[in-house]
């Protein structure tokens, strides 16, 4: 399945895209403060596209004007998501490269990934957290229409022994149609 935006092209990942992903997952700020490792080769960014950016939902952010991956963004429902095993709820995880950060290309991929999630996966509730400090990825939440439910402490993240704090933000589907 494809979306999308007035910028960009929501597509599945694909393996020929290991090298524009490792161009940008490879810089520090973007895996560890999203959850997940700095890839640390094209090889290893190819694995990753097959062991977890094949999962369902899961879109890489393709800028129209270069029809280049910079970006990923994922909807993770029911099991999938770390928040509930509910079927009709999911949360949204997403990352753009560095050169991109400020254009409001986030936001307008996860609005999309919202109206994609109550209108053509008809869940009722979306969840979408961010680790403590992370700034940037809170204005994300509240700009899409997201707001403050909990916040959990002692969440293990890719550091080994390293314990964080997440603030989790939620977005029911009432609250979409009459925002
Ligand atoms: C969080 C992230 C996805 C935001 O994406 P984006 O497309 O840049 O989003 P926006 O353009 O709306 O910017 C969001 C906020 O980031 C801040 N920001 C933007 N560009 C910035 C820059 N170059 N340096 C520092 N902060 C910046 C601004 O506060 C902005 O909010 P504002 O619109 O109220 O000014 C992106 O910064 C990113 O990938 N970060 C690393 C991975 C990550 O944190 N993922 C989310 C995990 S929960």
New binding site residues.
Partial sequence: MQLETQRLILRPWQKSDAQALYKYASHP???P???FPVHTSVDHSKEIIDRVLSAPNTYAVVLKETNEPI?SVGLMIGKASHQSNSDTEGEI??????P????????EAVREMIRHGFEDQHLEKIW????DG????K??QE?CGFTYHHTTENVPCVIPGLLRTEHVSCLTKEEWENE
């Fill in positions: 700020d973007i895996g403060i999203a959850g970006g995880g997403y990352w753009i490269g560095v991109y950060w400020g254009q409001g290309l986030i936001p979408c957290g961010y680790f992370n700034e940037k990825s204005r994300v700009k």
